[in-house]
C-alpha cells in the first residue's frame, strides 16, 4: 500500500492509549455493553494492526459510543473527528482530548484536523470520520445524506483504505429533538462492507475534484446499501 505525504514512517500505534482512553473505556463500555443487545458484522474487516479510515452514517446521539464498541471489539483504539462545539465544556475537553479525539469546527474549511488525522494514521491508528458531517442525518427515511470528501481526500493523500461501518438501532434510543428512550435489550446493529481503496494514480489525485466526488459517492452508496441491509433486517418489535 503506497504511502502520501502525510505517512513516512508507517510507525505503529504502541504507547498511544493515554489513561483517559483507558478510563473511558472501563466507564463507558462495561454499561454499553451489558444494556444494549449488540449484532456486530464483519467486525474481522477491521484490520489488527495499521492503520484504518472508519465511514459511518450518523443517525443518533448513540453512534459515536457505537462506532466505538464496534473498533474495541475488533482490538483496537477508535480517533474520532469530532464537533468543536464539544471541546468548550472543560471536562469533555480534557477527556476528549486526553482520548485523542480530534476537533472539527464546521464550516470554516480548517484543514488542521485532516492533518492531525493524517498523523495518526502514521501512527497506524484507527481513525473514524462521520462524512455527513458532524450532523445528524436529515433525510426523513434516515438514509445517509450526500457525502463530504474529507475522508476520501484523507484516504488519497495517506494511501489508507476506507472501511463504511453502518449502524441502525440508535435512533430509537436518542436522536435529535426526539425522547430518550433507553429500554433495556435493545437491538443496536452494526454492519462493516468492503473497503474502498484509494487510487492508484498517487497522493496527488487528491486535487482532483470529480475523481474525489466520484470516490465519495461511491463511499455513501455502500454505505446506504449497509443501512437499508441493516434496516430491512431489524426486529420490527423494537422499531
Given at each position: 500500500m503506497g504511502r502520501g505525504p502525510w505517512i513516512q514512517s508507517g510507525r505503529r500505534e504502541e504507547g498511544l492509549?493515554?489513561?483517559w482512553y483507558h478510563v473511558a473505556k472501563a466507564v463507558v463500555l462495561p454499561p454499553l455493553k451489558l444494556w444494549f443487545n449488540w449484532r456486530l458484522e464483519g467486525v474481522?474487516?477491521?484490520p489488527r494492526e495499521g492503520p484504518i479510515i472508519i465511514v459511518g452514517n450518523h443517525l443518533s446521539y448513540l453512534d459515536p459510543l457505537a462506532h466505538?464498541?464496534?473498533v474495541v471489539q475488533a482490538g483496537r483504539r477508535p480517533r474520532f473527528l469530532a464537533?468543536?462545539?464539544l471541546f468548550e465544556n472543560p471536562f469533555l475537553r480534557v477527556v476528549?482530548?486526553?482520548a485523542g479525539q480530534i476537533p472539527v469546527r464546521r464550516g470554516t474549511g480548517d484543514q488542521a484536523p485532516l492533518e492531525e488525522a493524517a498523523r495518526a494514521l502514521d501512527r497506524g491508528?484507527?481513525?473514524v470520520i462521520y462524512p455527513e458531517g458532524t450532523s445528524m442525518t436529515e433525510n426523513p427515511d434516515l438514509s445517509p445524506m450526500?457525502?463530504?470528501?474529507g475522508a476520501v481526500r484523507l484516504s488519497i493523500r495517506t494511501g489508507v483504505p476506507i472501511l463504511p461501518v453502518a449502524t441502525w438501532g440508535g435512533q430509537y434510543v436518542w436522536r435529535k429533538g426526539g425522547p430518550k428512550r433507553f429500554t433495556f435489550g435493545r437491538p443496536i446493529w452494526l454492519k462493516a462492507g468492503e473497503p474502498l481503496e484509494?487510487?492508484?494514480m498517487g497522493p496527488a489525485s487528491a486535487q482532483d475534484q470529480e475523481l474525489v466526488r466520484r470516490l465519495t459517492d461511491e463511499l455513501m452508496d455502500r454505505l446506504t446499501v449497509l443501512v437499508d441491509d441493516l434496516r430491512s433486517r431489524y426486529p420490527k418489535r423494537w422499531a
Amino acid at each position: 500500500m503506497g504511502r502520501g505525504p502525510w505517512i513516512q514512517s508507517g510507525r505503529r500505534e504502541e504507547g498511544l492509549l493515554e489513561p483517559w482512553y483507558h478510563v473511558a473505556k472501563a466507564v463507558v463500555l462495561p454499561p454499553l455493553k451489558l444494556w444494549f443487545n449488540w449484532r456486530l458484522e464483519g467486525v474481522e474487516r477491521v484490520p489488527r494492526e495499521g492503520p484504518i479510515i472508519i465511514v459511518g452514517n450518523h443517525l443518533s446521539y448513540l453512534d459515536p459510543l457505537a462506532h466505538a464498541y464496534f473498533v474495541v471489539q475488533a482490538g483496537r483504539r477508535p480517533r474520532f473527528l469530532a464537533k468543536a462545539e464539544l471541546f468548550e465544556n472543560p471536562f469533555l475537553r480534557v477527556v476528549l482530548r486526553g482520548a485523542g479525539q480530534i476537533p472539527v469546527r464546521r464550516g470554516t474549511g480548517d484543514q488542521a484536523p485532516l492533518e492531525e488525522a493524517a498523523r495518526a494514521l502514521d501512527r497506524g491508528e484507527v481513525v473514524v470520520i462521520y462524512p455527513e458531517g458532524t450532523s445528524m442525518t436529515e433525510n426523513p427515511d434516515l438514509s445517509p445524506m450526500r457525502g463530504k470528501t474529507g475522508a476520501v481526500r484523507l484516504s488519497i493523500r495517506t494511501g489508507v483504505p476506507i472501511l463504511p461501518v453502518a449502524t441502525w438501532g440508535g435512533q430509537y434510543v436518542w436522536r435529535k429533538g426526539g425522547p430518550k428512550r433507553f429500554t433495556f435489550g435493545r437491538p443496536i446493529w452494526l454492519k462493516a462492507g468492503e473497503p474502498l481503496e484509494p487510487p492508484a494514480m498517487g497522493p496527488a489525485s487528491a486535487q482532483d475534484q470529480e475523481l474525489v466526488r466520484r470516490l465519495t459517492d461511491e463511499l455513501m452508496d455502500r454505505l446506504t446499501v449497509l443501512v437499508d441491509d441493516l434496516r430491512s433486517r431489524y426486529p420490527k418489535r423494537w422499531a
